[in-house]
């Protein structure tokens, strides 16, 4: 491993364990189950990621395909529905929350999509439905008041333009539905996509109105670019100007780990790159994903076995290598491993 930089210090006041999509590496992922653990394990704020049915009602799931999360081609009742779009330029098939009604997603129940590598989670196949979002706020309102600390919501909204361009907009709907519970007008809220017009059109909504709401850009390492900004680069995005630009409309950015602190040709971890410094210095906070606890996603110098083992301690040190880097806040599929990290145990 490199000589590692000088540590650099978050500009949050606390550095936030992010349970994403809940704790997916313990239960199926965006189930009320799956946040009940990361609450559990101490996560500060949980991830929702929003779709829509065909009815217009905001569930959660990480895609609007949920071949790879439901049981759905177990129902030889939706056998027809099994088909092939064109989603933000790509083409995907299987079965999509836009053409099923909230009754039928039901009917429905969720299932690990990592069933091969994480068969402890995958045990719990077929126990759990579907969400809404609003189900999912109520459940953390009760979890929070249970257990005496507020619990933040990171919800992310997918596909964006896809969405309105069906007729389906959800932007207004997740402004609508945090409105509604009374719990979301004052818990922390910060809603993210991939997209950067959403967001700007979230900004102007929200206005100084609503400060427990802030914004969050995702940036992909692929070199792609936003589903609804083909003219600029995730890259260009990352450069100081591009930072600035983003500073305008958002509170932080997330990149994927590696954009902070890339793997070397061996796989181990090379020196971190100047994305966090420049991000700071734009006054955006830093949040990156994902990090999680099987050797397969490591990198190899923190690697202890077979690469669909469990590495409790390697992720731990993964993650510090990533706190001394200056991050603010991360996403964790094992909120323990995040929150043994942070506090030091």
Same mark, same amino acid.
């Given at each position: 491993?490199?000589?590692?930089?000088?540590?650099?210090?978050?500009?949050?006041?606390? *550095?936030?364990?992010?349970?994403?999509?809940?704790?997916?590496?313990?239960?199926?992922?965006?189930?009320?189950?799956?946040?009940?653990?990361?609450?559990?394990?101490?996560?500060?704020?949980?991830?929702?990621?929003?779709?829509?049915?065909?009815?217009?009602?905001?569930?959660?799931?990480?895609?609007?395909?949920?071949?790879?999360?439901?049981?759905?081609?177990?129902?030889?009742?939706? /056998?027809?529905?099994?088909?092939?779009?064109?989603?933000?330029?790509?083409?995907?098939? !299987?079965?999509?929350?836009?053409?099923?009604?909230?009754?039928?997603?039901?009917?429905?129940?969720?299932?690990?999509?990592?069933?091969?590598?994480?068969? /402890?989670?995958?045990?719990?196949? !077929?126990?759990?439905?579907?969400?809404?979002?609003?189900?999912? +706020?109520?459940?953390?309102?009760?979890?929070?008041?249970?257990?005496?600390?507020?619990?933040?919501?990171?919800?992310? +909204?997918?596909?964006?333009?896809?969405?309105?361009?069906?007729?389906?907009?959800?932007?207004?709907?997740? %402004?609508?539905?945090?409105?509604?519970?009374?719990?979301?007008?004052?818990?922390?809220?910060?809603?993210?996509?991939?997209?950067?017009?959403?967001?700007?059109?979230?900004?102007?909504?929200?206005?100084?109105?609503?400060?427990?709401?802030?914004?969050?850009? %995702?940036?992909?390492?692929?070199?792609?670019?936003?589903?609804? /900004?083909?003219?600029?680069?995730?890259?260009?995005?990352?450069?100081?100007?591009?930072?600035?630009?983003? /500073?305008?409309?958002?509170?932080?950015? !997330?990149?994927? +780990?590696?954009?902070?602190?890339?793997?070397?040709?061996?796989?181990?971890?090379?020196?971190?790159?100047?994305? *966090?410094?420049?991000?700071?210095?734009? !006054?955006?906070?830093?949040?990156?994903?994902?990090?999680?606890?099987?050797?397969?996603?490591?990198?190899?110098?923190?690697?202890?076995?077979?690469?669909?083992?469990?590495?409790?301690?390697?992720?731990?040190?993964?993650?510090?290598?990533?706190?001394?880097?200056?991050?603010?806040?991360?996403?964790?599929?094992?909120?323990?491993?995040?929150?043994?990290?942070?506090?030091?145990?």
């Amino acid at each position: 491993m490199p000589t590692p930089a000088a540590p650099v210090a978050p500009i949050a006041a606390k *550095v936030l364990v992010i349970g994403h999509r809940g704790a997916s590496a313990l239960r199926p992922e965006h189930t009320l189950a799956s946040y009940a653990v990361a609450i559990h394990d101490g996560a500060d704020v949980i991830e929702p990621d929003l779709v829509s049915t065909k009815d217009g009602v905001l569930v959660v799931r990480h895609e609007n395909e949920i071949g790879g999360t439901t049981d759905v081609a177990a129902h030889p009742e939706f /056998a027809a529905r099994r088909t092939t779009k064109t989603v933000d330029g790509a083409g995907v098939s !299987g079965w999509f929350t836009e053409d099923f009604t909230l009754a039928e997603l039901k009917t429905l129940r969720a299932r690990e999509r990592l069933g091969a590598v994480r068969k /402890a989670s995958a045990a719990y196949d !077929g126990q759990f439905d579907v969400p809404t979002f609003d189900e999912m +706020i109520e459940f953390v309102a009760a979890e929070a008041s249970a257990s005496g600390r507020v619990i933040g919501i990171i919800p992310e +909204i997918k596909h964006s333009t896809y969405f309105r361009g069906i007729g389906l907009p959800m932007e207004d709907k997740v %402004l609508a539905t945090l409105a509604a519970h009374a719990y979301t007008r004052t818990a922390p809220v910060e809603i993210q996509s991939f997209e950067v017009g959403n967001l700007t059109y979230l900004r102007g909504k929200l206005g100084k109105d609503h400060p427990n709401v802030r914004l969050l850009q %995702l940036l992909d390492a692929s070199g792609e670019h936003p589903a609804d /900004a083909p003219a600029t680069t995730y890259g260009q995005m990352m450069t100081p100007a591009g930072l600035k630009a983003i /500073a305008s409309y958002a509170d932080a950015i !997330g990149p994927s +780990i590696r954009s902070i602190i890339p793997l070397g040709a061996d796989g181990r971890l090379a020196l971190p790159t100047s994305l *966090v410094r420049d991000a700071h210095a734009a !006054g955006l906070e830093v949040h990156p994903y994902t990090f999680r606890p099987e050797n397969r996603f490591l990198a190899k110098n923190f690697r202890n076995g077979a690469d669909d083992s469990r590495n409790e301690a390697g992720s731990v040190a993964e993650i510090r290598a990533y706190l001394a880097a200056g991050i603010d806040a991360f996403f964790t599929d094992d909120p323990a491993l995040g929150r043994k990290a942070v506090d030091g145990r």
